[in-house]
């Protein structure tokens, strides 16, 4: 939606249940971080809509877009019901979509037509063969490792490695017993190298393969290329766009996947993962008709090598299924701004546990102010050395982590004559016309830190934590006399610090507003006391700390770090030591499972922090959404709730739902993953007390003196109104899904995405 419409294009969003019945939504609903998000208010919030209506909606536009996956979306569920009613679609048919969605049946049809891919064996439901067919397929391939995986579904959910028969029929059932599939798939583990294609159909009808991406992860310790290592950034995996391979390999797979996408008859556009295996063969693993569409998913990245926009890309496919349909599709060539526009330079990156996030929250603000007719913005890269600025072109600005995009501004020069050569073959066979291709490559200009400062006319900080949040970079924008946003050096170097937000919100003395209860303990005397020479000291500081702050359990967290790094529930003395060694000993995380209901990894920061906050433990309500359903469970009165603040006034809250007891940085910031409800159902928090609750939060905002925008995270107690601050954020991240646009969007008026980013520019006067 957000690279699609225009003055000549206008998005209609209708949305399907889990029972497939139909709504048509609010474009505001799709900024929503999951379906659980606003499901079970459907009723309400949205239009329903029977079968007959549904279809007359359909025919009224002029062209459909199924952007949903798995089951129905790329089965040829969707595609068949609108064939059948003769309803124009972009996309492969109904007929190809049932044949490549089916795992087991595609790579069976693959082989029957001289493509390789090795033998696999199939389990169905209800038959009692399940395990003398994985023992035979084991024992008859000599297989070390094997995937088990659904039959029909995406590439990434429900599959598993496993390295023993035993394992294999244990994974299998657990599929059976969720209903993931009525049939389940086991083949050997891949000996190779991971890469992913994305071929789009010309206006002859011809596929072309773009650029594919090599995928390079680790997968000793059975790892699999997983639902969040594909949609989060994470150091665990890399992208190689284009790949390491040589040129004739590369070459290769364009070409076996262009003969595959014609051989299924597919139409307009698809993603085909698959492996170049260690004896040179090539195997297209997964065939998915509808490829993912995030801000820098690997549509988006492959096109953006060859100079494509995502407006380019999305155009290119839609204007080509019109084409094929006998649609007449908008001409773009002449829509040329006749306004001036100010410039704004967006930074984002540095070097701490919260850079992932920053490149998601400068990467999205860059990208929704491409549409603002206020405003150019141009993405700048802060190195992961904190002092060397990168201005980027835009293929880079899509690189899937900090550390990618450090290494590819680094080596952007030594890869340029091998990336022309590829890129002009698929352009020439693309047929892509100049207008078509808005963004060419170019390479990355280096600066220091100080000299970005200089020639920008204004920064719009997108860096989280360290020195984006501490006030550092706010107080050489003060000193250069540089426009910003977000609040001033001062301001952020207090709220940073969360110990130091602590006392100044004690003296405020606001009414209805207090500070959880915590203890400030220096990480080296931590260390010491995780050593096993000291265990009785260190169980008599969990003691003391436990009744002094009256909780059994307690929150470990750094006292100036971004509001996500080293956070953990900690329940015992042993905890405490394992959180201690794993802080200060340069760890990069702390993995899943190492605590009690940790149910993510825990980023820790770069650099040790000094000192460590032991809070009180604050329990909380339960509130779930289930079978789109709202189920609340009152145990302590409190939940816990963010607030966004624009230009000193709060916004609507959310309610913040973990999957485990701590939010993970996923669910605050990742599509996807975690729920937020905005604005909090009445049922739970009722009028008279979210009116409290914004009135104090406001007062907080204005005590603290915070400019253009910020958030509060604290818990509510949803009897009384009464809040407890967990902390203060100057510049709240601004990643897709964030609750910021959320709230913004839930205002009697609602403020849209670019509005709202013009909004927190022209707070600071520029």
């Known amino acids: 939606m957000d690279h699609l419409q225009s003055e000549r294009i206008e998005i209609v969003p209708f949305y399907l249940d889990e029972k497939k019945r139909a709504y048509e939504i609010s474009p505001a609903q799709l900024y929503s971080n999951t379906p659980s998000d606003f499901d079970f208010k459907l009723a309400q919030s949205s239009k329903s809509l029977s079968n007959q209506k549904f ?14 996956h798995g089951p129905y979306g790329e089965d040829g569920g969707i595609q068949r019901a609108l064939e059948r009613s003769n309803i124009p679609y972009v996309g492969s048919s109904s007929t190809a979509c049932n044949l490549i969605f089916d795992k087991f049946d595609s790579n069976k049809f693959i082989r029957e037509h001289g493509f390789f891919a090795p033998a696999s064996a199939v389990l169905k439901i209800y038959h009692k063969d399940h395990k003398q067919i994985i023992d035979r397929f084991f024992k008859e391939h000599k297989i070390k490792r094997a995937v088990v995986k659904p039959a029909n579904g995406g590439s990434s959910i429900g599959v598993f490695s496993v390295t023993t028969p035993q394992e294999a029929l244990a994974k299998a059932e657990l599929l059976f017993s969720k209903r993931m599939d009525t049939r389940v798939v086991i083949e050997p583990f891949a000996q190779g190298i991971e890469f992913t294609a994305i071929i789009l159909q010309n206006k002859f009808g011809l596929p072309v393969c773009v650029l594919p991406t090599e995928i390079e992860t680790d997968y000793t310790e059975n790892q699999i290329f997983d639902f969040r290592k594909k949609y989060l950034p994470t150091r665990q995996v890399t992208w190689h766009c284009p790949p390491r391979f040589s040129n004739d390999v590369i070459e290769r797979i364009q070409v076996q996947a262009e003969q595959l996408f014609q051989l299924f008859g597919m139409a307009d556009f698809a993603r085909f993962d698959g492996w170049v295996m260690d004896s040179g063969d090539i195997w297209f693993s997964d065939f998915n008709p509808i490829s993912g569409m995030e801000q820098n998913s690997f549509l988006f990245q492959q096109a953006s090598r060859i100079g494509m926009s995502h407006s380019d890309v999305l155009r290119y496919i839609v204007r080509n299924a019109c084409h094929r349909q006998g649609i007449e599709f908008p001409s773009f060539k002449f829509l040329v701004s006749s306004f001036p526009k100010k410039n704004v330079h967006v930074l984002f990156g540095g070097n701490n546990a919260e850079r992932q996030v920053s490149l998601m929250s400068g990467t999205n603000a860059w990208l929704k102010l491409r549409q603002s007719k206020k405003y150019d913005p141009k993405p700048f890269f802060l190195d992961l050395d904190n002092k060397t600025v990168y201005s980027l072109p835009y293929a880079l600005a899509l690189s899937h982590t900090a550390e990618e995009m450090s290494e590819n501004c680094r080596s952007a020069q030594a890869g340029e004559k091998r990336l022309h050569n590829l890129v002009e073959k698929v352009k020439l066979r693309l047929a892509l016309k100049k207008e078509e291709v808005s963004e060419p490559f170019f390479l990355p200009k280096k600066y220091t830190l100080t000299d970005f400062i200089k020639q920008a006319p204004f920064v719009f900080i997108g860096l989280h934590g360290g020195m984006g949040e501490s006030g550092t970079i706010q107080a050489m924008l003060e000193s250069a006399r540089k426009p910003f946003n977000g609040s001033g050096a001062d301001t952020s170097a207090i709220c940073i610090d969360k110990q130091k937000t602590t006392l100044q919100i004690e003296k405020y003395n606001i ?33 003391e700390t436990c009744v002094t702050l009256k909780t059994r359990s307690l929150i470990a967290k750094p006292a100036d770090d971004g509001c996500s790094a080293g956070v953990a529930h900690l329940y015992s003395a042993q905890d405490l030591a394992t959180y201690a060694r794993l802080i200060t000993s340069k760890a990069t995380q702390i993995p899943s499972n190492t605590f009690k209901n940790q149910v993510q990894e825990i980023e820790l920061p770069s650099e040790t922090p000094k000192t460590i906050l032991l809070q009180q433990y604050i329990a909380t309500d339960s509130l779930r959404v289930k079978a789109n359903r709202l189920k609340y469970t009152r145990r302590s009165g409190w939940l816990e709730i963010t ?36 604005p909090p159902p009445v049922s739970v928090l009722p009028p008279e007390l979210l009116l409290k609750i914004k009135a104090a939060s406001t007062e907080i905002s204005k005590k603290l003196n915070l400019k253009g925008y910020g958030r509060i995270d604290a818990f509510a107690n949803c009897k009384t109104g009464e809040l407890k601050i967990i902390e203060v954020n100057t510049l709240p991240a601004l990643t897709p899904s964030t609750v910021l646009f959320h709230q913004a969007l839930s205002e009697p008026k609602p403020i849209y995405p670019v509005e709202l980013l013009e909004m927190i520019i022209q707070s600071s006067n520029y």
């Not at 279809?55 to 949903?68: C, G, H, N, Q, Y």
């Not at 999957?659 to 990742?670: A, I, N, T, Y």
């Open 643 to 678: 607030v966004g603040l624009l230009n000193g006034n709060a916004l609507n809250p959310s309610i913040t739902i973990a999957e485990g007891e701590v939010l993970s940085v996923e669910e605050k910031f990742q599509g996807g993953t975690g729920v937020n409800l905005t």
């Open 55 to 68: 279809k007359e909606a359909l025919r009224a536009t002029d062209i459909v877009f199924p952007t949903m």
């Open 511 to 543: 009414k209805n507003v207090s500070v959880i209860p915590e203890l400030a303990v220096q990480s080296a005397t931590l260390a010491k006391l995780s050593n096993t020479k000291n265990e009785k000291k260190l169980q008599l500081l969990w003691n």
